[in-house]
């Protein structure tokens, strides 16, 4: 019978694997938030996006998230609008808001001035 401390040295050589290929470090840094994180993903939700696409990935993070009856037509994506990290939004006043967080701590009330701010924008 092989010692304890053996058995785990074995058996993490032959489990341990390299950290996963993470694209963001390649780009620029995996904790880049604004510049990099918000824009690849406003990018990708992007119906217009270079792409193309077309409204097939903003589909299916509407489907992954359970959001129902966003008209996919007419979208616009933009990245830091009023604070939003990422704010889609399309011509029938329809709106979803995407607060991108790494590292960083909910601020008091942020999603409601959001809603707030949109609101009074007529959304």
């Known amino acids: 019978m092989q010692p304890l401390i053996h058995r785990a040295a074995l058996l993490r050589a032959e489990l341990h694997r390299p950290p996963a290929f993470n694209l963001f470090t390649l780009l620029r840094s995996s904790s880049d938030e604004v510049r990099l994180h918000s824009r690849y993903l406003a990018f990708l939700l992007n119906p217009q996006g270079a792409h193309g696409a077309g409204t097939k990935l903003l589909q ?6 359970n959001i129902e009856g966003f008209d996919c037509t007419e979208v616009t994506v933009e990245v830091e609008y009023r604070n939003v990290d ?3 939004r399309n011509s029938k006043r329809q ?13 008091d ?4 001035r959001y809603l707030q701010t949109l609101q009074s924008e007529g959304c």
């Open 60 to 65: 299916l993070l509407l489907a992954a998230l």
């Open 86 to 88: 990422i704010l889609i």
């Open 95 to 107: 709106a979803v808001i995407i607060e991108n967080k790494l590292y960083a701590a909910d601020q």
């Open 109 to 112: 009330a942020q999603l409601h």
